[in-house]
């Protein structure tokens, strides 16, 4: 059986696993706990040198890393439905807008990042929290101009079904919320979010349904 080496709330599971999802892939999951830290144990740093999640061993022992390498790998193993559109311009789009949110937003206000900037240098969490929000929302507008002006009137980042850009969007949202920024700037990011939510396979897959959210 597949497995997926994940924590309930990180960004990048959750990406992997409204992947797995929306193509119907039957799969085990196994909890690594970021906050006790056990992404740097043996075990996880055998799976993730980086020790990091998401990774997902596969039944025949193949173990990836990296949510979007993943999510790539599963688009060209199972194929449909597709993640990536069928022409170039149109993967292309999708993949920036999926790395607007996956390299840009994400990585910087993690939760190896957020614990840095309180336990390394200082910060209180008034000053944390301005962190946090300045860069969704730096983030956020360039997304929303991006979507506002390419994205014509289909329910999804591109077009009328999900894709790439969107197992990334949902995630980072979800987080916007958490860390209570205020989206009220953002229209079609919120109204994106709304659709992607009524799907099974997101909401399946969102933290507090996952076996470890307890």
């Known amino acids: 059986m597949t497995t997926l080496y994940g924590y309930f709330r990180s960004s990048a599971a959750y990406r992997v696993r409204i992947a797995l999802n929306l193509k119907g892939l039957a799969h085990d999951q196994a909890p690594v706990n970021l906050v006790k830290g056990e992404q740097r144990g043996e075990a996880n740093l055998a799976r993730h040198p980086q020790g990091l999640v998401p990774s997902l061993v596969t039944d025949d022992g193949l173990v990836l890393t ?51 900037l309180v336990g390394e240098l200082g910060a209180d969490e008034v000053t944390k ?59 079609r990011i919120r109204r994106i979010t709304t659709n992607c939510r009524a799907l099974d396979a997101f909401a399946r897959a969102a933290p507090g349904a996952q076996p470890d959210a307890g």
């Open 66 to 116: 990296q949510s979007l390498a993943i999510c790539e790998y599963l688009d060209e193993v199972h194929p449909e439905p597709a993640l990536l559109p069928a022409d170039p311009a149109g993967r292309a789009r999708v993949r920036a807008l999926a790395q607007l949110v996956a390299c840009e937003i994400h990585p910087l206000n993690n939760l190896r990042v957020l614990k840095y």
């Open 129 to 187: 929290l301005a962190w946090y929000r300045h860069w969704v929302a730096e983030g956020f507008q360039a997304l929303e101009a991006m979507l506002s002006r390419e994205a014509g009137s289909g329910d999804f980042c591109h077009g009328d079904t999900p894709t790439l850009a969107d197992l990334c969007l949902v995630p980072q949202v979800f987080n916007a919320e958490r860390f209570e920024c205020d989206l009220s700037a953002y229209p």
